[in-house]
């Protein structure tokens, strides 16, 4: 009777529990776009792994987070402001993923630089924020961009 219940039990828990959970991995992918002036736009991905398996037969769901942060820079490297996306996914490898959460965030690194028009939205299995930089010199606007960043996660779990 009791090699019974062991046996149940151990099956049961084979299918049916949660496996693991690991927020250790942190992989950072890194592109920078320049422009005509020389300055430029530093991208970095970066992806926190929150894994929970739900094994059913052959079904194993998962989650995922990470950022994607957009940076100004000046040609000399000087940073000016940035906008990140911060995203929550849901995946059952090889077979869908989804958006959770979206949240975004945005900072200036210069007194001359202001952030405004901060937003954030998901659609589908994409994170997507968008804010604006505006240079001002005293009260004069000189100049004013907007940045909108997104972060896609894939059926197999990876970031871009």
């Not at 077979?95 to 210069?110: E, G």
């Amino acid at each position: 009777m009791k090699r019974i219940l062991f046996i149940l039990t151990a099956l049961f828990l084979f299918t049916f529990a949660s496996a693991s959970t690991s927020n250790a991995a942190v992989i950072a992918k890194q592109n920078i776009e320049y422009l005509p002036d020389g300055s430029y736009y530093e991208t970095t991905i970066t992806t926190k792994e929150d894994i929970r398996f739900l094994s059913l037969g052959r079904t194993a769901s998962a989650s995922r987070s990470g950022n994607n942060t957009t940076t100004y820079k000046t040609s000399s490297g000087v940073k000016l402001w940035s906008v990140t996306v911060t995203g929550n996914f849901s995946y059952v490898k090889g077979k869908s993923s989804k958006c959770t959460s979206s949240s975004v965030s945005a900072a200036s690194y210069s007194a001359s630089w202001k952030i405004s028009n901060k937003s954030s939205s998901k659609s589908r299995n994409t994170a997507i924020a968008s804010a604006t930089g505006s240079k001002y010199t005293g009260s004069t606007l000189i100049s004013s961009h907007t940045l909108k960043v997104s972060l896609t996660c894939d059926v197999n779990g990876n970031l871009s």
